[in-house]
């Protein structure tokens, strides 16, 4: 089955600088890949998603990159905040019927300091 | 819209006792599911659905059991409640591939 690696698990930066978070996958069948934002106490929110006909797709401040050659997909944040102080979890699915798993990776705390 | 609502928010229980953790979502999501959160090991699938009459085990299933005799509502219960089943519960619903996450249910076993 799919398998999603994530990294760092941790990263720490200051504000006013960017962050990358990079995932890998296992299954090339994989077709979409979004990206959760979860703050502390909360529930994981959808912050963005690809799906494997694009290679890159930006919404403000929070871009994601698909390399479907190498297998991984990237989270990039810019001009970072405090508030963007939170776990972020990748996860990838395949098919497009909506009754696929969705396999997350295992994480990155990302911490923004002032 | 409310969403994907979760009870109880929190539940204290003793070694052995059961219980049911309640899961709904109003958006005529036919794909739901359970997962469950524990420190440094990211969101574990527990038990899914994809529609009424319909259950397959995800990741973690051992001690929960699921059924699904409605699309709004997909129950969890914990048979015999054990130490190691404390965690967050989060029950998640999907339409095509976009899914959402529930508030949650913090479970302490003692």
């Known amino acids: 089955g799919e398998n999603v690696e994530q990294h760092p698990s941790t990263l720490s930066v200051q504000e006013g600088d960017s962050a990358v978070i990079k995932c890998t996958y296992s299954?090339?069948?994989?077709?979409?890949f979004p990206w959760y934002k979860q703050e502390l106490g909360k529930r994981p929110q959808l912050i963005i998603d690809i799906r494997s006909n694009v290679g890159e797709k930006k919404d403000q401040r929070i871009a994601v990159t698909l390399n479907k050659t190498a297998k991984h997909f990237s989270l990039h944040i810019t001009e970072t905040q405090p508030e963007d102080s939170a776990v972020y979890f990748c996860a990838a699915s395949k098919g497009g019927g909506g009754s696929e798993k969705l396999v997350f990776g295992k994480g990155t705390k990302l911490t923004v300091n002032p | 819209n409310a969403g994907v609502t979760q009870t109880p928010k929190f539940q204290v229980l003793k070694t052995g006792q059961s219980m049911t953790l309640q899961c709904a979502q109003d958006m005529n999501h036919e794909y739901m599911s359970w997962y469950r959160q524990d420190p440094g090991m990211g969101l574990r699938l527990i038990h899914y659905?994809?529609?009424?009459?319909?259950?397959d085990q995800g990741e973690v299933p051992n001690g929960y059991n699921v059924s699904r005799s409605t699309t709004e509502d997909f129950p969890l219960r914990l048979l015999s409640a054990a130490p190691s089943q404390t965690s967050v519960y989060f029950c998640?619903?999907?339409?095509?591939?976009?899914?959402?996450f529930g508030p949650g249910t913090r479970l302490t076993v003692t």
């Open positions: 998640a619903s999907k339409t095509g591939q976009q899914q959402y």
């Open positions: 299954d090339s069948a994989s077709n979409y």
């Open positions: 659905s994809v529609g009424a009459g319909i259950t």
